[in-house]
Structure formats: structure tokens, C-alpha cells
């Protein structure tokens, strides 16, 4: 299974910014998909996941600004309003998948999302 990630770039302080993922594959199920997020010196963190079910998990300290949504069993987008400088980071999309008997985490590629002061 591979995950596709795209949006994120450079916005200003304030701006908003989208990142969506998808997952490819065959014969393959996601029950939980989300991003994470790593800045230079700092340990990967969690931002925000969505189950299959609809639950929804958030860091504090992107809850009321980040907003996930599960568009399909196998997509998931995060829209990040209100973007602070310390949300820059390269985030990371996961998804916790299932084939047959095995399950595993899959990462995508990062795709970096700078906020400027």
C-alpha cells in the first residue's frame, strides 16, 4: 500500500493551507488514517486521525484551528486554518492498514508546510 500525499507549501502567519492523502493498493483495508508532523530538532508528533467509524483525534495544540475529515475509506484531508509559525513541519501521512491476517503502518513521503511570521 502507498500513500500519496499532497498540498502544503508557504503561507503566511494567519493563512490556511490543505493537505490531502490517498492510498493505493490492492486487496487492503484502513481503519485509521491521520497525519503527523516533524520540525527540525523535535521528535514526530501526532496532529489529527479519522477511523473508518468517523472518530476523530486531535493534537491540543491544533484542536479548533485543524479539522480532518475522512472523504473515503482510503483518502483523508486535513484543513489547517489559523496556521501559526510553530505548525511548520514536514507532515506525514499514515494509515493503519490490513491485509489479510497482517497489519501494519504505512507512511507517506512528508510534504513540508512552512508558516512565516
Known amino acids: 500500500v502507498q500513500l500519496q500525499a499532497s498540498g502544503g507549501g508557504l503561507v503566511q502567519a494567519g493563512g490556511s493551507l490543505r493537505l490531502s492523502c490517498a492510498a493505493t493498493?490492492?486487496?487492503?483495508?484502513?481503519?485509521?488514517m491521520g497525519w503527523y508532523r516533524q520540525a527540525p530538532g523535535n521528535q514526530r508528533e501526532l496532529v489529527a486521525t479519522?477511523?473508518?467509524?468517523?472518530?476523530t483525534n486531535y493534537a491540543d495544540s491544533v484542536k479548533g484551528r485543524f479539522t480532518i475529515s475522512r472523504d473515503t475509506k482510503y483518502t483523508v484531508t486535513l484543513q489547517m486554518n489559523s496556521l501559526k509559525p510553530e505548525d511548520t513541519a514536514v507532515y506525514y501521512c499514515?494509515?493503519?492498514?490490513?491485509?489479510?491476517?497482517?497489519?501494519?503502518?504505512?507512511w507517506g513521503q512528508g510534504t513540508l508546510v512552512t508558516v512565516s511570521s
Open positions: 499514515n494509515a493503519n492498514v490490513q491485509r489479510g491476517m497482517v497489519n501494519y503502518n504505512s
Open positions: 493498493g490492492t486487496s487492503f483495508s484502513i481503519d485509521v
Open positions: 479519522a477511523s473508518d467509524g468517523g472518530r
